[in-house]
């Protein structure tokens, strides 16, 4: 992008806003619409969502919604802590 690290983060703080939560909204908005599809497995969702392991997508998963993500295959949105 052509723009230092310290200059985005210094942007975002003035919006109120961190580089975590935008990507965490990203990600959740994106599983929502992945764990939909009850033919992709969890680690092609996980894959699909930066993380580098299915336990770790997982891990994160139960850190926004309370529920594992296997739980909510096919169903609509669980409400997210953010």
């Not at 939560?21 to 994106?30: F, G, H, N, S, Y």
């Not at 770790?56 to 953010?82: C, D, E, I, K, M």
């Amino acid at each position: 992008m052509g723009i230092d690290r310290r200059t985005i983060h210094r942007r975002l703080s003035v919006e109120a806003q961190t580089y975590s939560a935008i990507v965490d909204a990203v990600r959740r908005e994106l599983a929502d619409r992945y764990l939909k599809d009850e033919r992709r497995k969890l680690t092609e969702v996980a894959s699909l969502l930066g993380f580098s392991a299915a336990s770790g997508f997982s891990h994160w998963y139960r850190r926004q919604y309370r529920v594992n993500p296997s739980a909510n295959r096919g169903a609509t949105r669980p409400r997210s802590r953010g």
